[in-house]
């Protein structure tokens, strides 16, 4: 079975094709395995043939024999089983077929098998004509969203009219596309004001989030899927938003395959919730609180991700607290965030920072100076082996003006091979 949007789940797809496979199978007495569902998978881009879909599960088993040969795959018509181009879906109609598999489509009761595709050829020709058929409804169907995406764009553009129910979590589309608005939802509006108006005084992000969660003050969005209290993963995004200002920001893969993130921006798209030189204010105050290169006074984290709370072993974060005295700080993430950690305690990070990196030149100095005994043994070794090859090769030229001195004695012949034997 297969359809293309979970909507279909709870339609007549579902049940159509499913009281169709088990009427056959027990005409038939065949025994029927229902497992092989792909519920929301589109057969015209091919991904109902990725390993994680059913089909193409099935595949594999086909080609590793788990499936024998003989074996009947079912399914409503063609169309279910491939939307792609004709030359890939006829690939994969003969590649079962090869495998000794026989399709029945169940609409129209045909039997497809090796067997009675060489018997019958034309067969093969109306599987190829139902194919053909398929993909090109595919294709008009996805031109057919593409345009009418364009042109919900175009009026968005125009005349400012919502495209879909999606918005910020701030707003609220009240009446449906066309003919509804984005309105804004007061108590969250008045959230999102704070942030920026905080970050623009120089707060950070870790900063805001603590306040909002100790507040307790009610989360949505990303902060209301992990746990009911606030991320400042989520709030960063929230203030990085151009919608907060207005604009709509196209992103993502349209219907028909074209790249969103090509499209314009529309401004006046969404209410403004503040003016754009306040957004782009706090995006400067933000980039500012970067410990970048060449930022007065500002500290880069050396110890991100190596020391850990010694109660709930969250990593400690770095805490900023040069605006309004104290210097640098370390703290339990999760205590920072008001997430269900009590060690609050707050350690100097300058001292934390020192007893690290003393300790890291310590174990450097200890490597260092146990690789310099041995370099040094080694050297030593050295020095005494060439010592010895010195004195040896010196022993050697004495023989040899010796042996050719005396017109080379058996004896003294043997005392030069003795010494280059050595």
């Known amino acids: 079975m297969r359809f293309s949007t979970p909507e279909q789940a709870r339609g007549e797809s579902f049940r159509r094709q499913i009281e169709a496979a088990r009427t056959y199978a027990a005409k038939n007495g065949l025994v029927l395995d229902e497992s092989f569902r792909d519920e929301g998978v589109s057969a015209f881009k091919g991904k109902h043939r990725d390993e994680r879909a059913a089909l193409g599960a099935f595949l594999k088993r086909v080609e590793s024999g788990d499936v024998a040969k003989g074996s009947y795959l079912l399914v409503e018509s063609l169309d279910r089983l491939s939307r792609e181009e004709v030359v890939d879906a006829l690939e994969l109609f003969l590649g079962l077929t090869r495998n000794g598999i026989i399709i029945v489509t169940l609409t129209d009761q045909r039997v497809y098998s090796r067997a009675s595709l060489r018997a019958d050829q034309t067969q093969l020709i109306i599987s190829i004509v139902v194919m053909s058929r398929a993909h090109e409804e595919s294709a008009l169907k996805s031109k057919r969203v593409s345009d009418a995406w364009a042109a919900k764009r175009q009026r968005a553009a125009d005349d400012k009219q919502a495209m879909t129910a999606r918005c910020p979590g701030w707003l609220e589309l009240v009446g449906g596309p066309k003919s509804g608005e984005y309105l804004e939802i007061p108590k969250r509006v008045e959230i999102v004001q704070k942030m920026f108006a905080d970050t623009i005084a120089g707060l950070g992000r870790r900063s805001i989030q603590a306040k909002l969660n100790a507040d307790q003050v009610p989360t949505w969005g990303t902060g209301k899927k992990k746990g009911q209290y606030w991320h400042d993963s989520y709030i960063a995004k929230i203030l990085s938003n151009p919608a907060t200002f207005g604009r709509y920001v196209p992103r993502g893969k349209l219907a028909g395959g074209s790249d969103a993130t090509a499209e314009a921006p529309i401004d006046d798209y969404f209410p403004a919730i503040i003016n754009e030189e306040t957004y782009w204010a706090a995006q400067a105050a933000s980039k500012a609180r970067g410990f970048g290169r060449g930022t007065p006074g500002r500290r880069k984290n050396l110890l991100s991700g190596l020391v850990r709370c010694e109660a709930c072993n969250s990593n400690l974060v770095f805490i900023d607290k040069m605006v309004s005295g104290g ?88 005392q030069v091979q003795a010494v280059k034997s050595r």
Do not use: P, W
């Open 327 to 414: 210097g640098h700080k370390l703290r339990c993430g999760r205590a920072h965030a008001s997430a269900g950690c009590d060690h609050r305690t707050m350690y100097d990070y300058k001292k934390v920072e020192y007893a690290v990196v003393f300790g890291l030149g310590q174990r450097r100095k200890a490597l260092i100076d146990a690789a310099n005994d041995r370099q040094s043994q080694a050297q030593a070794a050295l020095s005494a082996a060439q010592a010895r090859r010195e004195g040896i090769e010196r022993q050697l030229d004495n023989l040899i003006q010796l042996v050719q001195a005396s017109g080379g004695g058996s004896r003294l012949g043997k």
